[in-house]
């Protein structure tokens, strides 16, 4: 399956508000625990960077479990964000994270990160180069950095019914979006500046909206 280019940001507002309703406890609770297992030093403290962050769930959960991190959260789109905002002040975690509109690359500001996570944000990019040069400007060589995203099915038919299969019930906006993340092409070469190890930790059923 060949990469469609899909926009950058997702600052549509219906966006915002499928994505926000919709339940992805499951792959973000992952996401968590495989942080978890691989960063087993890691007991929290310290600021902590999350790319493409949209509606913080994962930051929210995060801050649950590490309740000492001082977290940004940057997105370049406003209404992916704006759900996040209204859930950081509903679960009082506004002392803790702070949500940014900004696009990649972000440049290096004051102290560098204790983490570096992002999930689901490479496939949007147009240029996976932004990700691994903010990376390498926010990161020292402690800092722990996970990435993960899907990887492309190998037809278009079988994107469709991994669609069909997992997001059946979900709105169409985020049938939609969840198609076009299938268009994912990551650009590992770009990144072997960074010695970062790459591993498939599931089929793609790791991600089901
Ligand atoms: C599929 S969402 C993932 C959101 C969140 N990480 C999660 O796992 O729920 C991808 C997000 O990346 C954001 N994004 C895409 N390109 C970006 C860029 N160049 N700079 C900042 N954010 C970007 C989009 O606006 C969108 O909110």
New binding site residues.
């Given amino acids: 399956m060949d990469r469609i280019i899909e926009p950058?940001?997702?600052?549509d507002p219906e966006q915002g508000k499928a994505?926000a309703l919709a339940d992805?406890s499951g792959p973000?609770t992952q996401?968590l625990n495989l942080f978890a297992d691989k960063f087993t030093d890691f007991v929290g403290g310290g600021k902590v960077l999350?790319?493409?962050?949209?509606?913080a769930?994962?930051l929210i959960r995060f801050v649950d479990r590490y309740p000492d991190c001082e977290c940004i959260g940057?997105?370049?789109?406003e209404a992916?964000l704006a759900p996040g905002r209204k859930e950081i002040v509903r679960k009082n975690f506004d002392h803790c994270i702070h949500l940014r509109c900004?696009?990649?690359p972000v440049a290096k500001e004051g102290n560098t990160f204790k983490a570096i996570i992002?999930?689901?944000?490479l496939h949007?990019?147009h240029h996976p180069r932004?990700l691994w040069q903010t990376i390498n400007e926010c990161a020292d060589p402690c800092t722990a950095i996970m990435i993960m995203d899907l990887f492309r099915p190998e037809s278009t038919a079988r994107a469709r019914a991994i669609v069909d299969t997992y997001a059946a019930d979900e709105s169409p906006v985020l049938q939609q979006?969840f198609y076009q993340?299938f268009s994912l092409r990551i650009s590992m070469t770009s990144s072997a500046e960074l010695d970062l190890i790459c591993s498939v930790v599931s089929q793609e059923t790791c991600y089901t909206p």
């Fill in positions: 950058e940001l997702m600052d994505y992805f973000n996401f999350d790319l493409g962050c949209g509606p769930d994962i940057i997105d370049g789109a992916m900004q696009c990649l992002s999930n689901s944000l949007h990019l932004d979006d993340t």
